[in-house]
């Protein structure tokens, strides 16, 4: 099949794709925009009732384009900012800002024509000149490796007031797919002082309030250009503590769990007709990750052998309630390049103390410094008990999230040897392996090649060479892929739009209502 980029492609407003270019984004398993229970999404009408959704993680700061974390564009993307394009709930590449937009021939250009009436909370009419400033801004100021996928812009130039001509130095498989991440958010020009605490876009909703600590309070944004979500007023709670989350929700306290992180836990909501459960898949690897700077993890006969000591399925079933898709690369079924390699690296721990020995490892000693987050603080201590069943003693602290965990591992000096977090960001090898400056310290320049070789040729050559990317970074060892997270989601049972797959960084409010 010839390359997407190549051919004149054009999407329409609230249509999908007619030529290869957007089948990038199909995913094999994705979820529809309506939910498990067939109910229509929202049509838009809009009404006076609030929302309270449970979560974990609260963000340290609203600005996603100098801190990463999950959460910002996980509250803020789709809903407060918006990109000319966005992730629909089945994979495919939508419009949002843009009506529509074409391809050039060579898979150059995209022109990309505007919605006329669009305004962002500060007022100020939103217009092509603000998507080339918002272009360039990723380019020149924003921070982290995922700002890197804009490289490949060569220019953006505003044709009109609503028509943005978008010139690559080179044909991109990925370019307009990172478009729907928080790279493609577009900001207001004299709206950017303060993001850390104050976003202002053109979403449907806008921020009223933000209790540290505790909650982000979203209401309706009454100037919205397009249609009114069903719910006005919305409000994402915070909670450090599982049990905590899943009392809220039987005590009324909130209305939906949207990722439950005691799974154990379930069992207490089935059988209960006031509730749904929906059970689905994400793109959330829970990566146990190796400073590639530190030197044990240096040597592959280490990498190998810790990736050897731990038994993942016994792994899943201690700490997450056998609930996880074991998966052995960086790679989520969901995408089209997607290989079980669970046998690259099978739990064999007599191989595993082999290895040690032949690399002169026989006392080693590993710093595992875990995020404050559920999954990573049970799955740790199962990980720490496997690696000290090989002779390797490990050292594990907690430090809280996000703040300490991005300031210690995160960032530099990278003060670990093992952490384990969930990436949940779509498509995530390149800036996780690609990258020798991101936290992992992976240097590959083989990789490196082969990530550019994929992004610039056919569809079909993307996805064999992606395959060869993901075989290479699991013999590699480059991380262990301890599982992948389910979507696990506990609601009351009259919301409706609720996605079964968690597939993108945004939590889309504007799907959901209440029949």
């Known amino acids: 099949m010839e390359s997407g980029l190549i051919g004149s492609t054009r999407v329409v407003s609230g249509g999908l794709a007619v030529a290869s270019l957007l089948a990038l984004a199909a995913c094999s398993a994705g979820s529809s925009t309506s939910p498990p229970d ?39 993307l789709v809903n407060v900012y918006e990109g000319l394009v966005k992730l629909g709930q089945d994979g495919e590449i939508e419009p949002a800002l843009a009506t529509e ?29 603000d998507v080339v400033f ?52 577009i900001f207001s020009q004299s709206g950017i002082d303060d993001l850390a605490s104050t976003p202002i876009g053109t979403g449907p909703y806008e921020l009223a309030q933000w209790n540290r600590g505790d909650s982000i309070e979203l209401t309706g944004n009454e100037d919205y250009w397009g249609e009114a979500p069903y719910f006005s007023e919305v409000t994402l709670r915070y909670f450090d503590d599982p049990t905590a989350l899943n009392s809220a929700l039987l005590t009324g306290t909130i209305d939906v769990i949207t990722t439950v992180q005691a799974p154990e836990g379930l069992a207490q909501f089935e059988g209960n007709e006031d509730l749904q459960i929906i059970e689905g898949t994400t793109n959330g690897e829970v990566v146990l990750s190796f400073n590639h700077r530190s030197a044990p993890f240096q040597d592959l006969q280490v990498r190998q052998a810790v990736r050897q000591a731990i038994d993942r399925q016994a792994l899943v079933d201690t700490c997450w309630a056998g609930r996880g898709e074991l998966i052995g690369s960086m790679v989520p079924p969901t995408d089209p390049w997607y290989e079980d390699l669970t046998d690259v690296a099978p739990y064999d721990p007599d191989e595993s103390r082999r290895l040690l020995e032949a690399a002169g490892q026989t006392d080693l000693t590993l710093r595992l410094r875990l995020p404050s987050l559920p999954y990573a603080t049970s799955c740790g201590q199962v990980v720490a008990s496997q690696l000290e069943d090989v002779g390797i003693t490990i050292e594990v602290d907690t430090l809280e999230f996000p703040a300490q965990w991005l300031a210690q591992v995160f960032q530099p000096p990278n003060d670990y040897d093992m952490s384990i977090v969930a990436h949940v960001e779509p498509r995530d090898v390149p800036p996780l392996f690609g990258d020798p400056t991101y936290y992992l310290g992976y240097d590959n320049p083989e990789v490196v090649q082969q990530l550019a070789d994929a992004d610039a040729g056919t569809v079909d050559e993307q996805v064999t060479i992606m395959q060869d990317v993901a075989r290479t970074l699991s013999e590699d060892a480059a991380a262990d892929w301890l599982f992948l997270l389910p979507n696990l989601v506990v609601a009351d049972a009259d919301i409706t739009g609720l996605p079964e797959n968690a597939i993108g960084e945004a939590l889309d409010l504007t799907l959901l209502a209440r029949s």
């Open 101 to 129: 937009w074409a391809v050039s021939d060579d898979g150059l250009t995209y022109t990309f024509d505007l919605v006329e009436n669009a305004v962002f909370t500060n007022g100020e009419p939103m217009t092509a000149d």
């Open 38 to 76: 067939g109910t229509p999404p929202p049509s838009g009408e809009g009404s006076d009732e609030a929302l309270v959704l449970g979560l974990v993680a609260e963000p340290a700061s609203l600005d996603f384009t100098q801190d990463a974390g999950a959460a910002i564009p996980q509250a803020l």
């Open 134 to 185: 918002s272009i360039e801004r990723v380019q020149t100021e924003w921070a982290g490796s995922l700002a890197r996928a804009m490289d490949v812009v060569e220019s953006a130039e505003a044709t009109s007031p609503t028509q943005v001509v978008v010139t690559l130095t080179q044909p991109s498989n990925n370019w307009l797919y990172n478009m729907t991440t928080r790279i493609g958010a």
